[in-house]
């Protein structure tokens, strides 16, 4: 019936509009070039300084002293020293990813289904929005006057509960010191990014399990958590990408006593630590490697969610 | 039934703890700097320090710059893309993708070695030529969210009626963008603008490996060598990024909708 | 009574003080198909939903077979319920989605098998096992939730407008399937629509559901033969209503637009000079093609809507306006647009209500 109508729409249409389909075909053909005209600086731009800059640091990656292509860069970033550094970046990146995620999850899902009253939802959600944005110098002084030897809570502890953190072996500038200070970041943008995912959670999929006789438990072993597997996964890798770049923080923090890789590159660039500007690309190569496979993980995982939740 | 969960009571404060303790005790801190009293005096040392309002002011311009620089960029690439040449979105999206891919330490090893005094654009070579790089390194930083601001400007709007009608009037392309387009979609690029600023102002890694004197840079300084102070920047901070943030909550309330053709 | 299987007395629901559901009582048998009808926030949705135990009543009580079924959690309530939106649960395929209710049942795992094989054959997608819901059109997920929620033998099965999602089409042919797999299997099933025609065709029996009260509880014969409130008469099918004025109680004569017609049902407590309303259904009407009824009036074509099987005419008396059904005829056209007809109807015809 459909069809009918359509077809003899069409031929009418035809004799009387070819006239203005011919125009209008040359005005795109006259201005095809102009489309890549306002498209160029944009491409132009992303080459000169995304594209080539990234491969030229993997480019000299591979080129030795001497200028010859060599993979002797690459073996050298196993001296203990370079593995040490990639090893507590993953430490640190993994940590504050997992912890992120978890947490993050977790205070998402009150706000969205704990049945708390929705002005705390709106509440959350910008201050998580503001919030992913406080990585950098200032989260670190933030952290250093909480949990610093002078901080308020440090103090607090000693003072009131007769309790030295410091004493005790904690320390801002350790290993759990980057990780409780990256969650500060990390949570939010868990909370942010997995938000609509579980307002993807129909309500009719809990009704559902329970008529069929599952208890909210069974309900997220077999139905809630493998459908928000996919994206708890993706972002996590996201969170891990998103810790192991980041250095302000960290320099900030810990100035260069906590090695993590970022920071070893960074006194790379500034003074060629490591003797060899081949090895400061190599390393700056594995980062990339490591924050795109990561990042690479997300974007597939997060596509074929996409096609679950729609 | 309708009761909330005290599960979610339990998670909500624990969350509230972590999140807000850190800034209550950074206030306090910055608040300390006499013994046994409150005062403000660590802020009037920030202020008053000569190299906190030169700082700044190199890194608002900065901001500023980076913003320009953006939109001349993104404004005709995002509109081209959803009107005429819809067969580059993948590349442009990936494009947009990049800067977060890639960590901006890598990206400014990247601009020292590609564009050094012996290069064949020796932007590091000349203080100007130096700041240039920086906006442009801002540039790409800002892209993602950028992009994204403006092409969901983009489609509030009914671009190609828009256009269309604009066409029929006797407008050229460029009319189009600046008279047409841009005003529509001035909200959402001004949100853009605003998330642009509040990570530009604090930068570090980058401003720092170009030797830029950026308030970043400063602030770390600061930060190395006094107790009380840098608790004073990090309030100060905190408070523009809540600006920044709050002028986007803000400017959403008031953007502009046409009917969207749903496409 | 022996066979009563559900039995709702007295129930009332409130929201925040705003009743939506008003001392309902209601009595189904066992094995019986019965629909719920009425337009949006007639309560029908909210009292599926009470019975299934995803709402609390405000007070009254839900007996399945005698026993009040008001502690349970919907969980143990074991009734089997398909939703508007299909519901499936995406991660998993067609399997075990319908296996998911004898998963959590504990069933054997062979006997689990056998019973979603068996399922899936009900439904006419066996060899459909190992597909996902994204990868079916709307018609196909339906079936395949009310295999999921017949699988683990509920004792009722509650159906919340199952096929408004639907194409208009697969709406007609999934309901026809639903009522064949409800009457092969005797379960005790409670519908939910606001679609009269849906109702009407599908139904052992309806409850008309208005503004929170049942207005008649009958046969879908009865709810469109022998309407007892006027929100019945006009919800479901289509009602004429003419405006007449009484001239003698006593000859049972009356003037519609001045044309004198004889009402044998005419009450006798109506006095001469009151205006009262007399309502037909349009198919009770036709053209006096020689062949008069009861009563005759004289009108003139407003409107001829040709519908295939059906011609719907709209006839002018005057102030009033009817609506009337003829079948089509090949061999005689309709009266067209603008000309003189007259009308017929038998006095039985006319529905008498109560408001």
Known sequence: ?310 | MKRSKLWAWIILILGALYFLLPLVATLLFSLSIRRGTYSLDAYTNVVQAPAFQQTFTFSLVVGVATIVVGLLIVVPAAYFVRLRAPQLRPIIEFVTLLPLIIPPIILVFGYIRMYNSSSLLPLTNTALGTNILLTLAYVALALPYMYRAVDTGLRTIDVQTLTEAANILGANTLTILVRVIFPNIIVAVLSGAFLTLAIVIGEFTIASLLNRPAFGVYMQNVGANRAFEPAALAVISFVITWIAMGMIQLLARFAPKTAPRTD | MADEFLHIENLVKSFNGNTVVKSVNLAFNKGEFVTLLGPSGCGKTTILRMVAGFERPTSGTILVEGKDISPLPPNQRKIGMVFQAYALFPNMNVEDNVGFGLKIGRVPRDEARARVEEMLKLIGLSGYGKRFPFEMSGGQQQRVALARALAPKPKMLLLDEPLSALDAKIRVSLREEIRAIQRELGITTMFVTHDQEEALSISDRIVVLNAGHVEQFGTPFEIYNRPTTRFAATFVGTLNTLAAKVIDPATKSVSIDGQIAIIPSLSSAARSGDAISLTLRPEAISLANGHARDIVLDGTVSEVAFLGAVIRLKVNLGENALHLDTFNDQHSPPPRYDEKVKITFGGSDILVLGD
Do not use: H
């Open chain 1, 1 to 310: 019936m459909s069809n009918n109508t359509d077809s003899a729409a069409a031929n009418t249409a035809t004799p009387a509009s070819a006239g203005v389909v011919l125009s209008r075909s040359g005005v795109f053909t006259g201005v095809r070039w102009g489309d890549y005209l306002g498209v160029a600086p944009f491409l132009i731009f992303a080459v000169m300084f995304l594209v080539v800059p990234t491969l030229y640091l993997v480019v000299g990656a591979f080129i030795g002293r001497d200028g010859t292509f060599t993979f002797q860069n690459i073996v050298d970033l196993g001296t203990p020293q370079i593995v040490s550094s990639f090893w507590i970046s993953i430490r640190i990146s993994t940590a504050s990813a997992l912890l992120g995620s978890l947490f993050g999850l977790l205070i998402a899902l009150a706000i969205i289904r704990g049945r708390l009253p929705s002005a705390i939802r709106s509440t959350v959600m910008t201050f998580s929005g503001v919030a992913s944005n406080f990585a950098g110098i200032p989260l670190a002084f933030a952290f250093l006057s909480t949990l610093g030897r002078l901080g308020l809570i440090t103090v607090i502890l000693k003072t009131v509960f007769g309790f030295d953190m410091y004493k005790a072996g904690f320390n801002i500038l350790s290993f759990w010191g980057l990780t409780i200070t990256y969650c500060y970041f990390q949570i939010p943008l868990m909370i942010l990014i997995i938000a609509p995912a579980i307002d993807g959670l129909k309500k009719e999929w809990n009704e559902a399990a329970a008529t069929l006789g599952a208890t909210p438990y069974q309900f997220w072993r077999y139905v809630g958590l493998p459908i928000l597997w996919p994206n708890l996964l993706g972002t996590i890798s996201l969170l891990f990408a998103n810790a192991f770049g980041a250095i302000a923080t960290a320099y900030a923090l810990t100035g260069s006593s906590l090695n993590i890789v970022p920071i070893v590159l960074y006194a790379q660039i500034r003074g060629d630590v490591l003797n060899n500007p081949g090895l400061g690309a190599a390393l700056a190569l594995g980062m990339i490697v490591i924050t795109a496979v990561a990042n690479v993980i997300y974007l597939v995982i997060r596509t074929r969610a996409e096609r679950w939740l729609k």
